[in-house]
C-alpha cells in the first residue's frame, strides 16, 4: 500500500513519460500497486494506468472489514445448523453435499455439541498453557482456528482484535465466518472444499485435507453422508437454480467505459480466459463468454470452456431440454458468432438471459428463440 506524496500525480497508460496521461491521484490518495517495478500498475476509476513509484512512500495497509452476521440465531442446535446452511449459502457453497460436509466437520469438531469450542476442551486453560506450544493462540471455534498468524490473517478479514483477544473466535458469528471460509478459500490448509467437492465429484475422504490432514475422514465421511439425506430434504424446494446465479447476479451493472478507459472488472472476466494480450487487456472485446467463465470460476466449476468465443459453451457439458435458472444459454449471431449467458425465465417466442456484453454491460435482456442454439449444464447433474 502506498500513499501519494507530490502535490499531484499523473497516471500514465504506460511504465514511462513517454506514455500520454490517462487521469491524476491527488496527494495524499491511498493505492495498492499491481506490481512492484518502478513504474506501478495500478487500478483508478474504473481504467488501469502507469504511475511513478518515486513520488510514493509505502504505508501500512488498512484492515479489511467484513461485516458479522448477528441474524442469525444459535441458541438451538437446530437453529446453529440452519445459520450453517443459510452461510454456506451466502459465501457460495451451496451444493447439497458441500454443506453436508461442513455439517459433518462441525459435529465432529464440537463433539456434537453445535458450539465453538476450545482446543481439548475437556482439558483446563492451564493444561493448555502448559502443552500447547502455540499457547494462547491455540484451536477455537467451530473448527481449530490455531497459531498466531491464522488469527492475525483473520483479525485481518474481519476487522476484529482477534490477535489481542483470541477469545473473540468463541463467538458463534466469527466462528461461523471462519468455519465456511476457510472451506471456501483454502485459508487453513491451502486446500479449498471445492477441490473435492464440485458439481462433477464428492469426494468426502479427501475433503478432510481442507482441515487436518485424514485425520478421523471415514468418521466425518460417514456423517457428511447422514448430512447429504437432510440437507437434500431441507434444499428440496431450493434447488430451482444453479448455486453461481447468485454470483453473476451480483455482477448485475459492471459495464464497459466510454471513450478509452477501461473496467478493470471486465478486464477480470477475460483474464479468466486463455485469450491472450492486448485483447484481454480492453473492455471493447467482446466479452459475454469470459464473463460466464469467470463466473463459474468463482464457485469452482471444473472444467471449463476458458474460451472467450461464446459457442465454445456448446461443447461444454451436457445439454438439457428443461432449463432451470442459471443454465447456460447459447445464442447464434451470424454463420459463426454467437452470444452466451445465463437463462432466466422464457416466453412463448423469447429467452430471458442475465449475461455480459449485453448493451455494453452486465445486464438482463430477452432474445429470440429463432437464434438460440441450445442450452448446456455441467454433466453429471442428473447423477448428482
Known sequence: MFRVKASALNIRRGPGTQYPVAGQLPKGALIKPVDMAGWLPVAADGYVGWVAQQYLEEVPEPPQTTPVQTSYDFSTKEGTIAAIRAECQKQGLGLPEQIAYVLATVEWETGGTFQ?????????????????????????????LTWEANYRKYAKIMGLDLVGNPDLAL????????????????????????DYINVNEADFIQARQCINGLDHAKEIAALAKKYLHTTEEASETEITEWPWLKIAQQELGV??????????????????????????????????????????????????????????????GVPTDEPIPGTIAVFSRGPNAGHVGFYLDEDEDRVKVLGGNQGDAVSIAWYPKTSLLGYREPAGWQEA
Open 171 to 194: 463467538q458463534p458469528e466469527v466462528a461461523l465466518f471462519i468455519l465456511v471460509h476457510g472451506f471456501k478459500t483454502g485459508a487453513f490448509t491451502g486446500k479449498k472444499l471445492e
Open 255 to 316: 459495464k464497459e467505459k466510454s471513450g478509452s478507459g477501461t473496467n478493470p472488472r471486465i478486464v477480470e472476466y477475460l483474464k479468466s480466459t486463455s485469450l491472450g494480450r492486448p485483447d484481454n487487456e480492453k473492455d471493447e472485446t467482446p466479452w459475454c463468454s469470459a464473463f460466464v467463465n469467470w463466473v463459474l470460476k468463482q464457485v469452482g466449476v471444473e472444467p471449463r470452456t476458458n474460451s472467450a468465443w461464446a459457442r465454445s459453451w456448446l461443447n461444454w
Open 116 to 144: 465453538p469450542v476450545r482446543e481439548a476442551y475437556w482439558k483446563s486453560e492451564e493444561w493448555r498453557r502448559q502443552n500447547l506450544r502455540y499457547y494462547p493462540y491455540y484451536g477455537r471455534g467451530y473448527v481449530q
